[in-house]
């Protein structure tokens, strides 16, 4: 998981990276413990290493602009 802590902003990076093409679940209470809010991302062997690429841009993209990275 991408811990985050914080639910409001686990909804609102997956839903970004939602819109860079990039589906993730966002994770808060009651799912998780309070404030142990996350990112759910799960890879696949039929993932190629463009695909970890996109995912990668776009963890950082979106994470720039939300200030966490």
Do not use: C, W
Request: overall charge positive; aromatic content about 8%; charged content about 20%.
């Amino acid at each position: 998981p991408v811990m985050l802590y914080d639910a409001k902003l686990s909804q609102t990076m997956a839903s970004m990276l939602l819109e860079e093409g990039i589906y993730v679940i966002g994770f808060f209470f009651p799912v998780v413990p309070k404030e142990k809010a996350r990112i759910r991302v799960q890879l696949s062997a039929s993932h190629k290493k463009q695909h970890l690429d996109k995912g990668i841009n776009a963890f950082i993209k979106v994470g720039q602009k939300l200030n966490i990275v």
